[in-house]
Every structure is written in structure tokens, then in C-alpha cells.
């Protein structure tokens, strides 16, 4: 069956780095569009980032332009969220979603995994 297992969450101070990873499985990893959303508790999942099957063409949110960058592996079906700068606010479950389509509408994907929680101290 179809997984997407992310891990590499945990907690760090604000200003530090993160890297987040997902693992696809039970599907063609390569021939899908990826991407990151988040949400906090008692709020809508919102887009972070997303990019194509090849990887060459990304999309961010504002609040994370130049501090995130998103990539893909598709040897190892691994999608990455490099992190920097890591600001309290950015504290929430991060969920990985493969869909046919890079789009920042959560609607338009498939698949989802079950979410890695990251927690940024002041």
C-alpha cells in the first residue's frame, strides 16, 4: 500500500537548522509532484512548499521563502525540507503529500503521510 513516512522532526532553539525527510512507498515516487504543509493545533493545514516530479521547478510560501528549501531524491523516493533560521512561529506538525500537480491547494493531492512534529524555542 501507499506510505509517506516522515521523519527528522524534534526540538530546537529558534535561529537553528533543521532537515526533515519522507519516505514514498507502494507508488511511483519519481512520476509524482511532492510537497510540505503544515498545521498547528486548532488551525487549517496551510502549503509551505512544493515542487515538481523532477524537482527543477519549487513553489514556497511567503513566510518561508529563503530561510526553506524543499528537495527530492528520487532514488531513494525521499523528500526533503531543509530548514533554516527556524523562527518559533514555524512550530507545528509538518505532513508530506504526493500529487499530480505541485500545487499550493492541499485538495489536489493524493497521498499524505502522518506528520513529524518540529518545536522551535525562543
Known amino acids: 500500500q501507499v506510505q509517506l513516512v516522515e521523519s527528522g522532526g524534534r526540538l530546537v532553539q529558534a535561529g537553528d537548522s533543521l532537515r526533515i525527510s519522507c519516505v514514498g512507498s507502494?507508488?511511483?515516487?519519481?512520476?509524482?509532484?511532492m510537497g510540505w504543509f503544515r498545521q498547528a493545533p486548532g488551525k487549517n493545514r496551510e502549503f509551505v512548499s512544493s515542487?515538481?516530479?523532477?524537482?527543477?521547478?519549487?513553489y514556497y510560501t511567503d513566510s518561508v521563502k529563503g530561510r526553506f528549501t524543499i528537495s527530492r531524491d528520487n532514488l531513494k523516493n525521499t523528500l526533503y525540507l531543509q530548514m533554516n533560521s527556524l523562527k518559533p512561529e514555524d512550530t507545528t506538525l509538518y505532513y508530506c503529500?504526493?500529487?499530480?500537480?505541485?500545487?499550493?491547494?492541499?485538495?489536489?493531492?493524493?497521498?499524505w503521510g502522518q506528520g513529524t512534529p518540529v518545536t522551535v524555542s525562543s
Open positions: 515542487l515538481d516530479f523532477g524537482g527543477s521547478i519549487t
Open positions: 503529500t504526493a500529487g499530480n500537480v505541485p500545487t499550493r491547494n492541499q485538495t489536489e493531492y493524493k497521498y
Open positions: 507502494g507508488y511511483s515516487f519519481g512520476q509524482y509532484a
